[in-house]
């Protein structure tokens, strides 16, 4: 199993920037909009989400800029995980009783996990 990354929130690009650019060192990639067709199915917010991703040598941050909306941290924080054979882990998660969501978006399906807690893990 590999990190790919971690999904938080902040309230604005400019503390975001500050964080993560010019106190953690970390590059900041092209911001990106989450349509709010799928900030809908994934997080259950009903709002688009302006998205920022973060990166240095081995760490990536997916930062989702909430702004004055009433956009629940809990509802958006997730951690990425990257898997050996997804077929298998869904086999798994069905034995156990993991929530599944898959979210089409294009022409493939986003995997996301809940935990028994309802923490959120994306899954590639």
Request: net charge neutral; glycine share 6%.
């Amino acid at each position: 199993m590999i990190l790919r990354h971690v999904a938080l929130t902040c309230s604005s690009e400019r503390k975001s920037d500050r964080f993560y650019n010019n106190l953690l060192g970390l590059e900041k990639l092209e911001p990106k909009i989450l349509p709010k067709r799928l900030a809908k199915a994934i997080f259950d917010v009903d709002s688009e989400l302006l998205m920022i991703n973060y990166r240095g040598e081995d760490v990536h941050f997916e930062i989702f800029i909430t702004g004055n909306s009433k956009c629940s941290a809990k509802a958006i924080g997730h951690v990425c995980i990257e898997i050996d054979n997804l077929e298998v882990f869904l086999k798994k998660c069905d034995g156990l009783v993991v929530e599944v969501l898959r979210i089409p978006k294009g022409d493939r399906l986003l995997t996301f996990i809940r935990d028994f807690d309802g923490n959120l893990f994306e899954i590639k």
